[in-house]
């Protein structure tokens, strides 16, 4: 089967040589092609894999872009580590949609994705058609970053995709405790790669746990006002019922600042659900029909 995606770079105003998918959506004329396109945004530690299945699924109406941030998956890695932080990604995404012409989107983030989205809501408000926002929020739970400090950088690396899924199955058991091996496979091959040495390794860059140790740097100060910049945009907020990052008193500030907000609880989940729950597929693709 033909990919339905193509790799693209774009060069950051630090020099670097960023990643990211292209799915084109439909052909100019072709049913859906007018559709408002979908940037998807990843997590601390992932990249572009992460959202494969749904930007394939939405991609069958419109054009989805999926970004890798500096130092994840097939983007450069930064030689200076302290540009590892929200803001430096947020300027990086914002130059990509200026030179690809976009001023209006739907935004998919998961987690430092979606502290990304706030951001970029608050410093040019009302350019945002829709937002999904997958486990986080403005107030982020301090167990939720000390367990993240624990095991981001460390560097580990696996023999086999087998010893590699028991790593993560260890690791991370409690957010996941349905998973099967397979499923931990699955979640193996998102997230690491195999390296020039033949192990299984981790694919980011370990320098980032350094900035993400920093304070303010792992959740940015005063995101209650970046957010109110997305009242009134019609959003879906996806928790993980096991979420140890993003709290149901939280989520109903949220739903209180945004009355055009729906959330969605995935149970026996923790941090983050992985968005191809068949309840969080077709509430997104009722979020983006309603919105354009």
Request: glycine share 10%; charged share 20%; with cysteine.
């Amino acid at each position: 089967m033909a990919a339905t995606y193509e790799d693209r770079y774009w060069t950051s105003s630090d020099g670097l040589n960023l990643h990211y998918r292209n799915y084109p959506g439909p052909q100019a004329g072709g049913e859906g092609a007018a559709k408002l396109p979908v940037l998807c945004m990843h997590g601390l530690t992932r990249n572009a894999r992460d959202f494969a299945a749904l930007a394939e699924e939405l991609s069958a109406t419109r054009r989805v872009i999926v970004t890798e941030m500096r130092g994840r998956g097939m983007s450069d890695y930064a030689p200076d580590s302290d540009t590892y932080s929200p803001i430096t990604y947020v300027g990086d995404v914002e130059k990509l949609l200026a030179e690809e012409g976009i001023s209006r989107f739907a935004v998919v983030g998961t987690s430092m994705g979606g502290l990304m989205t706030m951001l970029m809501a608050a410093g040019q408000p009302g350019r945002m058609s829709a937002v999904v926002m997958n486990d986080i929020g403005p107030e982020v739970d301090a167990a939720g970053l000390q367990r993240i400090s624990g095991y981001v950088g460390q560097g580990r690396s696996y023999p086999t995709w087998v010893h590699a899924a028991r790593g993560l199955a260890e690791a991370h058991g409690a957010a996941f405790p349905d998973y099967d091996l397979d499923q931990w496979l699955e979640m193996a091959k998102r997230t690491m790669v195999v390296s020039q040495n033949g192990r299984i390794v981790f694919d980011y860059d370990m320098a980032i746990a350094e900035p993400f140790a920093k304070p303010g740097n792992a959740a940015p100060p005063n995101l209650w006002l970046a957010f109110e910049a997305l009242s009134g945009v019609p959003m879906l907020l996806v928790r993980g019922g096991l979420s140890d990052l993003l709290s149901e008193d939280t989520v109903k500030q949220m739903g209180l600042r945004n009355p055009a907000m729906r959330a969605i609880t995935v149970p026996r989940v923790g941090h983050a659900p992985t968005l191809d729950e068949p309840e969080v597929r077709a509430a997104i693709a009722a979020l983006l029909d309603a919105a354009e």
